[in-house]
């Protein structure tokens, strides 16, 4: 099976930042794309951003430009720089990897337990 943990959420002022961080372990073959998601009281879970395996990113449109994804291939280790942070962000955020684990060409996706962000006016 594939563990994720999630780190580096807290609380942040309204302009400031914070970096989390999605490691993923266990019987991973090869990570088809690592996202990040986020979902704020009664609403539904959104897109953050997400990185596939060819290095390519994207983003949603409410944190372009703001919201930075990267990822430590050798480690299988995806990070989300978030700057300028504003009220709105203020969500749980999950990691979410799609990956082959056992039977070639089967892929499987994952999700971590959530990590709470809290931005402050």
């Known amino acids: 099976q594939v563990q994720l943990v999630e780190s580096g959420g807290g609380l942040a002022q309204a302009g400031g930042s914070l970096r989390l961080s999605c490691a993923a372990s266990?019987?991973?073959?090869?990570?088809?794309?690592m996202t990040w998601q986020r979902q704020a009281p009664g609403n539904q879970r959104e897109l953050v951003a997400q990185v596939r395996s060819d290095g390519a990113s994207n983003y949603g449109d409410s944190v372009k430009g703001r919201f930075t994804v990267s990822r430590d291939t050798a480690k299988n280790i995806m990070y989300l720089q978030m700057d300028n942070l504003k009220v709105e962000d203020t969500a749980v955020y999950y990691c979410?990897?799609?990956?082959?684990?056992?039977?070639?060409?089967?892929?499987?996706?994952?999700w971590g337990q959530g990590t709470q962000v809290t931005v402050s006016a």
């Open positions: 266990g019987s991973i073959v090869t990570i088809n794309s």
């Open positions: 979410k990897v799609i990956c082959q684990t056992g039977t070639p060409g089967r892929l499987s996706a994952y």
